[in-house]
Nanobody
């Protein structure tokens, strides 16, 4: 049974930092794709970043480039999202995703999801 468990969310002021973690179990972590998404109430889930856990290739969406960094630890089957210079518009529930089937930016392309971790940024 695949489990993705996120942690690390919280409340910070604008300009602050948080590091999210997503621990994967029951899943072939290595040489696979994992991603981070975020979602505001009443809005669609949007892509944030993706990593290929074999080669370490990453992609970040434009809105977070230069501020967020996705990374992975093969030994721990864990993916991270380092978030710096957080802004109020980054406030959302953040989700980890695994098992990519198609275009990574679409939530429906991913088979497994974590339960989410809330990030709140105040001005």
């Amino acid at each position: 049974q695949v489990q993705l468990v996120e942690s690390g969310g919280g409340s910070v002021q604008a300009g602050g930092s948080l590091k999210l973690s997503c621990a994967a179990s029951g899943y072939t972590y290595k040489n696979n794709f994992m991603g981070w998404f975020r979602q505001l109430p009443g809005k669609e889930r949007e892509a944030v970043a993706i990593i290929h856990t074999g080669g370490g290739t990453t992609v970040h969406v434009d809105s977070v480039k230069g501020r967020f960094t996705i990374s992975g630890d093969d030994a721990k089957n864990t993916v991270y999202l380092q978030m710096d210079d957080l802004q109020p518009e980054d406030t959302a529930m953040y989700y980890c995703a695994a098992q990519l089937r198609e275009d990574w930016v679409f939530p429906q392309s991913w088979q497994y999801w974590g339960q989410g971790t809330q990030v709140t940024v105040s001005s």
